[in-house]
DNA sequence: TATTTTTACGCAATCGTTCCCGGTATCGTG
DNA sequence: CACGATACCGGGAACGATTGCGTAAAAATA
């Protein structure tokens, strides 16, 4: 099956012009008389005529599309960054090709090149947790390719990046632990390789440290694949409650995390936030009809997705080589629920 | 900035041969002698030559992409057929393009228009609930573009279409919740212009009419944005429960109604299940953990993506025009939990 | 009327690739 | 030795659109 279009020449040739002619009347050029300009106008809307954009893309050597790199649409914080970045790139005639890594180094450099070779104007990446070579990313930067980095972003490469404060996010959820009344504050993160690993960790450790906790390297938890394997995430949290003195509260470093964590603490008869408080990023819409409902971090994603783009558009569009790189950081926003909430007498209530 | 690639004209120039020959030894043409390609073929992957898909666009009359309209992805559903979509459409070396409507008519005709304009060679499709005007798809058609409908299909249109067995689906769980005990169940559904609504609706009605219950309109509740709009959700609510003789289960006929549902019915006070039962069309991962878990039935969102893109390739690879278009209905499941699970005694427990 | 200026349009190159024609060697065969 | 076959390679058109340049006719000027 073919899905013909109507072209300039098809104009042209009905019309007993040139195709130059057509081009020139189509544009509005003030070396058409405005009889021809009439003609053509008016024949080019009678048939539709859309000026086909591949061969714009030839002439023109850009493709006005930009790429994503996320590792899976299905968490709420990436679809919610993908919707920001689909409004900004819309209204200015950018279209978006989104792809997963889903935690795969490997996929994510398929994705790359495939992106790449798609020959898009530019990239907007936040990387997988498995990407430890940044040979690629580096390369093609160097090459001229604009990236601007979000979320998790990579510290060897020069460029713009939007990230939140997961420092402070990470700061503010575990001193809201500690004023709640817990005293053993464990933390389930991404491994540190990870920008948003190694910054949440950080403001989880500088929580305790200026509320006068002494840190404990058995309460931290890393999980490589940052939720995506269960068998990890289970593995972390019986390493967790296996020990002499285990944790009477959980700070999750990232969407799956945290709902991976309810998730395990309900299959151990553990309840929250009586036995265990919980709290921790997410970007859930369900995170209020949780059971419990969950205390949380909330990044904005939309407007890093917004962010993110009008950086990349700027670099794309702009004349000479970009020097002068920014580094965005949003605020996060927590959202006080029941799962943080301690109960005075710490009896065992039934579980519903 | 430029990101400048290198061309077959680039290796032409530095080996001295034309870019016919380069182009052939390239494709393994027989024409080449052995020494020729093998020179070529080094050279290319030492200055990592690929080909430009644009030209090659251009040149095919095909882009090797394919338009996807969703109403959101992060929707669970939605997210998952996406998921589904390209792992089918990228082993086939096509690329994915996603566009939301977000429930609205006229940003789908925007995303058409843009999707058809930047020359898709098909597209997948599930329809906005606002959609009553199927003209602009029936003309695209008609003029040739692979089109498959999945989800929310639209009747007027001969082609192939992806739908889970909405029927049954809301046939198990209006029938399980009859045996569960519940008397006067309601329903929470979609428009009945939207093909989901409609097949929904009478597969509650057919439930209850099989097990001798009463039909009565007052408990059929339509929500013509799908949930997407809260006031409108809240008013079906309102209307429900000051009826003199509320429901005591109700059946959510998609994803946002059901969580949606949910949440008005915490919000009223309601306990799920001793008040009212509840059960729904949901695929997201969280269903489990809420509260109370909730009782689901789940579409095979990610078979779904595979086999509309599996259908849509062969729309689009086809030489000859397909006149024989297939209706594909893939199996719901049902997953039972605690929203459906109603006490013998109907006291009113306490609320956590 | 002769010349210059303006108006309005066409020709052809270009983007990167493929492919239909050619063409020129080299070899084998009668 | 002559001719055809084969192997190997290049020229150029094409895909659809833009654009610098050339040029005819018409209008304006001398």
Redo the contacts with the bound molecule.
């Keep these: 099956m073919k899905f013909e279009a109507v072209?300039?020449?098809d104009i042209a040739k009905a019309l007993?012009?040139?195709?130059?002619?057509v081009?020139?009347a189509?544009?509005d050029s003030y070396?058409?008389?405005p009889?021809?300009k009439k003609v053509v106008l008016e024949y080019a809307e009678k048939l539709n005529y859309h000026?086909?954009p591949i061969?714009?893309s030839?002439?023109e050597?850009r493709s006005r599309s930009i790429g994503v790199i996320v590792c899976e649409i299905a968490n709420s914080y990436f679809s919610q960054v993908i919707n920001g970045i689909e409004s900004i790139a819309n209204t200015n005639g950018y279209n978006v090709i989104i792809s997963q890594s889903h935690e795969s180094a490997e996929k994510e450099l398929v994705n790359l090149q495939y992106l790449t070779s798609r020959s898009v104007d530019g990239l907007i990446i936040s990387v997988s947790t498995e990407t430890k070579d940044f040979n690629y990313f580096n390369e093609l930067h160097d090459r001229g390719m604009p990236i601007v980095f979000f979320d998790r972003i990579v510290d060897e490469i020069q460029t713009h990046k939007v990230i939140a404060d997961n420092f402070k996010g990470a700061y503010d959820a575990t001193t809201h632990l500690i004023n709640s009344g817990y005293k053993r504050i464990a933390t389930l993160c991404n491994t540190v390789f990870l920008s948003i690993g190694k910054e949440r960790l950080a403001g989880y450790q500088a929580a305790l440290k200026d509320h006068g906790l002494e840190p404990d390297e058995s309460l931290i938890r890393y999980c490589q694949h940052g939720g995506m394997v269960a068998e990890e995430m289970d593995q972390a949290m019986d390493e967790l409650f296996t020990l002499q003195n285990p944790p009477d509260a959980i700070f999750a470093a990232a969407d799956k995390l945290t709902t991976g964590c309810l998730r395990a603490l309900r299959a151990k008869g553990l309840s929250v936030p009586e036995d265990v408080g919980l709290i921790g990023f997410s970007n859930s819409e369900l995170t209020e009809l949780l059971n419990p409902s969950l205390s949380v971090i909330r990044q904005p994603a939309f407007e890093m997705g917004e962010v993110a783009t009008s950086l990349l558009l700027e670099l794309i569009e702009s004349k000479r080589p970009v020097t002068d790189f920014q580094s965005r950081v949003l605020t996060t926003e927590m959202i006080l629920r029941s799962s943080t909430r301690m109960q005075k007498t710490h009896s065992k209530p039934v579980i519903s």
Excluded: C, D, F, Q
């Excluded at 007993?16 to 002619?21: I, N």
């Design positions: 072209t300039i020449k007993g012009l040139s195709t130059s002619t081009s020139r189509l544009r070396e058409i008389s009889e021809t000026p086909n061969a714009l030839l002439k050597r």
